[in-house]
């Protein structure tokens, strides 16, 4: 006999455990006439029993699950999770199952099972039969069982009742794990993104209990995937770090991943943010979930040669054991706004080998926000080859007015309060003008309320009002008072502590240009040196003062105002290693945010126009930060000589000063470092200007010693003492793989931000494949100062007697003068004739064939097409033009693209390179190319061109803006013979690298 068709009540229990209270419950409710479904007496020999269970489950009218110190375990979890999944996903409450929790003894406690302990359950002691109340609960009809498995209408359990003291609200603050049986409105999309890790859902999850102790099981006839990263993706504030820390790991922790997996243990780990560096964030999580010391994981993981080190770490770690690792990484975006480039690709390696291993044990479940998720295939590239087959995205949008409902009255009801119905409206329709905002903002505004709740008044106790809520400003002005009212409380506006405070949280943010400004954290001691406006004791205990008071401390026992958090202090002052790794972050992105302009227009307002204020009057610190954190990564692997002749002036460090408080120890430790090069370089400066000062007021030849410096001869002396011993420098390439590409500026393509499309740069198809000779291998820098004066040296020394010369370029405008000819800046001042004239010269030098490109070749290798991490844009990474940008490193060097080099173009490779490994293809120096201009932008023969005719330049410069002059497909032109200060150019080849004679190293 098959199993019934549509049981009134399912059994789920543990056969080893409680099978005689199974059978007593089954045998009651079989006496009451009722169809029950209970495994060993509902399915047979014969049947498709995976089959028959799994219609059970979809079907059933009531379920009962028995708990006993096993709690959920693998079988009765996978059971429970498709009752609650058919339960939260009906759309009506007649569809609803009735779920009915039973507690043995020895149970755990209700209020920590997620979504169960708000169910009303029934107690059963051993060796008694089936309660009264379990019987009658569960032979009542459907139509009278009130909530239908939801809240009952006479309250929740007591056990999952909060005490009077603790607000049912969280305020601003995401939501914990902790936090779960608070957290209200989400409940289907944390189930549906539950799913999606494992098994996909095409297959019953309840199927999947058959294979054991293995991760991503093959089921027989099955080609569902199994999928190991879930991804979940929203807008800012949409809740994505509540739903995962209060939602997921509740549910993960108590066995929800078995059934989709095949593993019953599971070690998680604490929420990972990536920081600054996402390795020391990943060895202090991941070591501690499986019981490891942190410092010998991060050593691996920074030291580690081969890209399985991760995977052998983890085998290691678990030995023999069947377990599964789930790695937790909330805000995924830290790692493109905070994290450096190495580690970042370091970490891109370690994740994707160990994702990707069949027997690796490591599950991955990140959240990212939704305007960084295009990053990932630029910055992450390996992963984002993961994003197609084994990971599983999940879209969280805004809760709805239904979702938000829940989140105000649910929590209520677990406080013993009531919320008022006008209320209620009054929330919900205040809060559709913002809905990324609006959980927060809910919450928020509850927990004040909650704290201003009636006390010992005519008023009914435990009723919150619409009257109080009108009172404190309703939901746009409620923030900003309170938070005004917090910082009055630490003195006027003048004050010290006043001023730390604001310093403090406009440090905990990242300005962006268009106001859509984000979260960033510090370190503690980060943190209380900004708050302090210091690195003395007294300043440091004034900074923790402070931290105290943003932190929602008391300090007064007889305050019972609101007490607004403005910041999180996350870490253990000491972990197991001794060291302190508390993190302080604002509370939440509210604080940043403004609502949106009315049915009237106008402005956006923020929610607290004081600390958006105070942060725009101090955007540049966002960049200089990123400039500090820049130049102390780099400054390690500069040379002694390096860092005498070109490290940062005494001036440029003053400029740190304002971002110097919150700067890590690295950063700290380059500042003092470089004062001593600096001060050296200016002492040297006036000791020689003293002395040929001396020098040329006494002796009457002073005029011609100048300009004996300035000339070609006293040039050729210095590169016989620099160049006469080493080899040549020959330009660094990158091979090119040839291909067609979309020619030109391309409408929809091209015609972003601001920029359009000229006549003279048409589109048309080009195939570089069907070229003669086509360009194999380009330069990665443009032609640098050194190399080309080594050629000018070399040229000149083999010139015959009589002949002319050819002369060494003029520096670049604003180039330091204490530095004699700076060799690592792109050269400029040479005209399209003085590059030829240097291909010429090093294709016999090297006995390969180097020229200029042509005008298709150069945009076809700055686009770099087709390559991971390129876009089909305007440049290579993207629409975004290479202005400023918080959050992102510099991109070009331009007019208003990089602060550090203002007005003077950059030390070649200053920035990131395109796909293809070309830097500097957007700005620093327009680049010549062998092409003739024309105004339609079709091929010219050079044969039959003018010798003085046009020539192409492309890139832009150092000298340009970025709307005008930076796309990849702009056009520049100027006769063959114009010198400019920023003219330079870039080679490549068009014979293989093989061909390079002993000695010709490349630079």
Known sequence: MGAPQRPDVFISYHRATHLAQADLLHQALLARGLTVFKDDASLRASDQWLDALGEALQSCRRFVVLLGPRGLGRWVGAETSTVLNRHFGAHEAKERPQIVPVLLPGA?????????????????????????????????????????????????????????????????????????????GREREVLAALNLLGRTPDIPSIALLESKGTPAPALAGSSAPYRRWLHIVGGSGSGKSSLMRAGLLPLAEQGALSARTGLDDWAVTAPMLPGHDPLVSLAEVLAPALGQPSLPLLRELRDGKEPETLRLWLRDALGHRPIGVLLVIDQFEELFTLSSASARARLDLLLTEALTAPASPLHLVSTCRSDYQHRIAEDLPRLAGLLNTLTSPFTLTPMGRAGLAQAITAPARLGRLTVQPELLQALLDDAEDDPAAALPLLQHAMETLWLRRPRGTTAAPGVLTLAEYDALGRLGGLLASEADRLLAGLGDARSTLQRGALELLSALAHFHPEGRHTRQSLTWLQACRQAGQGFQDADLARGQLLLGALSGQRREAADTAARLRLITVSGSATDAQGADTRRVDLIHEALLRSRPPGPDGGPPQPYWPRLVEYLEAHKDRDLLRQNLRQEAQAWPTTGAVDRLLNGPDRRQLRRYDAVRFMASEAELGFLKSAQRPALARVTGLWTVALLLAGLLVQYPIRNATKAWLATDDAQDIVMTLRWGWRSPPIPRTVDIPLGAFDYGCKPGRDDKEGLECRPDEAWRRVDLRQMPEPCTAFGQFEVTLAEYDYAVWQRRRSTSAGAKKPSYPELAPNVSGWNWRPGNIPVVNVSQRDAVAYTQWLSKLTGQTWRLPTEEEWEYAARAPGRPGSQEAAFWWGPELPKEQPGQPPRANCDGCDVRFENRIAPAGSYAPNPFGLHDTAGSAWEWTSSVYTRDNQPADLKAAKPDAGRVLRGGSWYVSPWMQLGASIRGTARPAEMGGDLGFRVCRASPSESLPTGAAGR
């Open 108 to 184: 755990p406690d209700l209020a920590t099972l997620p979504f169960l302990g708000l169910l009303q359950g029934v107690r059963w002691e051993e060796e008694a039969p089936p309660p009264d109340a379990l019987i009658e609960a569960l032979t009542r009809p459907l139509a009278a069982v009130a909530g239908v498995g939801a809240l009952a209408d006479d309250g929740p359990p007591a056990e999952a009742l909060l005490p009077p003291d603790v607000c049912p609200w969280v305020g601003l603050a995401s939501f914990q794990k902790e936090q779960a049986r608070r957290f209200f």
